[in-house]
C-alpha cells in the first residue's frame, strides 16, 4: 500500500466528463489499496480568464487581490472532484489552501510555500478518505490568500508529497510524458523514460512548461519520486507508464544534450549609455530584487569610450511594465531606456555538457544556418541559452533538435 499524491493540470479538468475520468484513474489506484491526495488546477483556460478581469480593471493591480481573484478556478475544480469521486462511492473530501493549510510567505503572485500542516490529512487518510486539494494557492502569515505563480498546482502536489513523505507524485497532464522538446513544437521530439532533477530543473526554468520548476527543485531537494503521465490513456500512475524524474545516479546511458527549451515568456530591456563605474548594476538589480522582478540575462557592453556602457537583461514579459515602472523610480543616469517584447529564448539543455566539449558551437552554427541571429548569449555547467527574435522560435528549436540528432537516439 502506497500513499500517492495525483495531481491533474487544466486540461485534465476541463470539463465535468474530463473530471469523472480523473476521478475514474484516483478511484482505481484507491481499489488498488493505495491512499490517495488529489490536487486539482484550475479548468483549462479559466486561470487565463481570470486574469483578464483583473487586466480589465487595471494594468498594474493589488497582487492580493488577484490572489483572491485567480486562486478561485481551483477551488471549482475541487469541489468536482470530490463530488466525482463521492459519486463512485469514494469518501472524500475537498480542502481550501486555508483550511489545511499551506502556509506560505508575502509574495503575493509568486509566493512560496513556507510549511504545510499534515496532521489532519494523514488522520484522514488513515481513515479511507481521499483529500482533494486545489493546487496554486495558499495563505500568508497576514491571513491573506496566496498563489504560487503560473503552473503553480505542480508544486503544490509536489510539496504535499514531501511533507506527508508520500511514496510518489504523480503529474497528470496532456502529454504522455517529458520530451526531449515540446512535442507540439517537433513533432519527432521522443519521450524520456528518465530525467535526472537537474535537467528537469534546467528545462522547466528554460520554458518547458511541463512542470513548474519550483516542483522539480522541491522534489529534488526532499528526494519525491515525482512522474509525469498521460490522464487521456487507459494508464494510471501505479502502471508507471510516464517518465520518472530521479537522481542522476539511476540514468545509464547519459546523453551530452538531453533536451531543447524555450520560451516566449521574455521580455528585454536595454540601458544606453548608462556609467561605467562601479555600483551602477547594483542601482539597478537591487530596484528589481525589492519589486520580485525576476532578472534572467545579462549582457553589458565594453565602453568604447570608457566612460559610458550598454546595458541589456531579460525579465519575464508580464514583469515588463513594472520592471519599467522600477527602472523609471530608480532615476538610473542613461541616455535612453528602450524594451523589445519581441524576443524568445530558445535553450539546450544536457548534464554531459559538464564533460563535453563543442556543444554551444554546434548551437550557434546550427542556427546561423538557418540565418537566426543571436542577440543574448548565457551559460551554465548543463545549458546554453540563447535570446533571438520570437519569431524564429520553432524555427530554431526543431533545428537545434535536429542538430543534436534529438530524435534518432536509440
Ligand atoms: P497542465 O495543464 O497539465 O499543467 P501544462 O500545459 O502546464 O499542463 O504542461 C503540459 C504542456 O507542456 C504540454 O502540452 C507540452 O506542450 C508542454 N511542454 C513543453 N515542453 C515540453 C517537454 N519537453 N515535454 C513535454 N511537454 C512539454
Ligand atoms: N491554474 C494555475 C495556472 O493556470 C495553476 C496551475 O494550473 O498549475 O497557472
Ligand atoms: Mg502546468
Known sequence: MALIVTKFGGTSVADVARIENAADKVLRETKAGHKVVVVVSAMSGMTNQLIGYCEAISNIYDLREYDAVVSSGEQITAGLMALALQKRGVMARSWLGWQIPFRTDNTHGRARIEGIETAELHKRLDEGEVAVVPGFQGVTSRNRISTLGRGGSDTSAVALAAALKADRCDIYTDVNGVYTADPRIVPQARKLNKISYEEMMEMASLGAK???????????????????????????????PGTLVVNEEEIMEQEVVSGIAHSRDEAKITLLRVKDQPGVAAQVFTPMAEAAINVDMIVQNIAADGQTTDMTFTVGKADLARALETLEKAAIECAEIRCDSNVAKVSVVGIGMKSHSGVANKMF????????NIQVISTSEIKVSVLIQEEYVELAVRALHAAYGLADVA
Open 365 to 372: 552554427s546550427a542556427l546561423a544556418a538557418k540565418g537566426i
Open 210 to 240: 511541463v512542470l513548474q520548476t519550483r516542483s522539480v527543485e522541491i522534489s529534488m531537494r526532499h528526494g519525491v519520486a515525482l512522474q509525469v503521465l498521460s490522464s487521456f490513456d487507459d494508464h494510471i500512475g501505479s502502471d508507471l
